[in-house]
């Protein structure tokens, strides 16, 4: 039912329908983080629908997130995002429960812009350090703890390169992510390819492989604020989201 959701979603969309990596309401591509930034003073504040094979192992079932996200700076980017709980994800009886949202977990995310894309000389990619959830409250209490609530937590370096082919041109990303974690642990390259296509730059498509799984999908900028995001994850499970953009002054 996902799957057709998901597939009726782009044929609806494309015809008609830049970057905001929506899974963590920060910039990037689809589920891995990429060397871009957003305008200085943009906001966004999203939604996501969360399959439950692309959240750490903690989530053996479908949820939902949302967000707030302000670039304070051409060099930073903060966002505040919050995944919810199932009931008996946080001890419930399962049969009293079992089904329904009762608490959230929350967790900020920073960006850094370590170096623009051609600043020194005119192949060098853009350069981002960035980390999402790098602190628990729970478990051993730490930055970069292996246990605890951090279940979303990574640190990592992204770069990304735009190529022109001909009258088109293609973002060639690449990072390295890392974590502590036990229940969804990260120590490997991701890498990703990304298409605007000159005759609709608001269309925007997408294949990656995040360190863990390969993954399609595409993004779509409405009337300059609205950001659609659909994701095939491992090809087959469906994930996508809202955003709205601001721009401030």
């Known amino acids: 039912m996902i799957k057709r959701i998901a597939i009726i979603f782009l044929l609806v969309c494309c015809p008609f329908m830049l970057s905001a990596q929506l899974t963590y309401g920060v910039t990037g591509l689809l589920h891995m983080p990429s060397g871009e930034m957003q305008k200085d003073k943009t906001v966004m504040i999203g939604g996501n629908f969360l399959n439950k094979e692309i959240t750490p192992s903690g989530w053996y079932y479908h949820t939902y997130n949302y967000y707030l996200n302000v670039t304070i700076f051409p060099w930073m980017e903060v966002a505040y995002t919050a995944t919810l709980f199932q009931s008996q994800h946080i001890g419930i009886d399962w049969k009293v429960g079992k089904g329904k949202f009762t608490n959230q977990d929350r967790y900020f995310s920073f960006r850094f812009r370590a170096l623009e894309e051609g600043q020194f000389w005119k192949y060098m990619p853009a350069v981002v350090l960035g980390t999402s959830d790098p602190y628990t409250g729970s478990g051993d209490g730490?930055?970069?703890?292996?246990?605890?609530?951090?279940?979303?937590?990574?640190?990592?370096?992204?770069?990304?390169?735009?190529?022109?082919?001909?009258?088109?041109?293609?973002?060639?990303?690449?990072?390295?992510?890392?974590?502590?974690?036990?229940?969804?642990?990260?120590?490997?390259?991701?890498?990703?390819?990304?298409?605007?296509?000159?005759?609709?730059?608001?269309?925007?498509?997408?294949?990656?492989?995040?360190?863990?799984?390969?993954?399609?999908?595409?993004?779509?900028?409405?009337?300059?604020?609205?950001?659609?995001?659909?994701?095939?994850?491992?090809?087959?499970?469906?994930?996508g989201g809202l955003t709205y953009k601001m721009y401030l002054r």
């Not at 703890?145 to 009258?167: C, E, L, Q």
């Not at 293609?170 to 969804?184: A, F, K, M, P, T």
């Not at 296509?197 to 409405?222: C, N, V, W």
């Open 142 to 239: 730490t930055i970069a703890s292996s246990d605890g609530n951090g279940y979303f937590s990574r640190f990592y370096i992204a770069a990304t390169k735009h190529i022109p082919v001909g009258k088109e041109e293609i973002g060639v990303h690449l990072s390295y992510l890392w974590n502590n974690r036990n229940d969804y642990p990260l120590n490997g390259i991701a890498m990703g390819i990304s298409y605007n296509p000159s005759f609709h730059p608001q269309l925007r498509l997408i294949a990656e492989y995040d360190s863990k799984d390969f993954a399609m999908g595409a993004t779509y900028l409405l009337f300059n604020h609205l950001h659609a995001q659909v994701e095939m994850q491992k090809m087959k499970y469906f994930t």
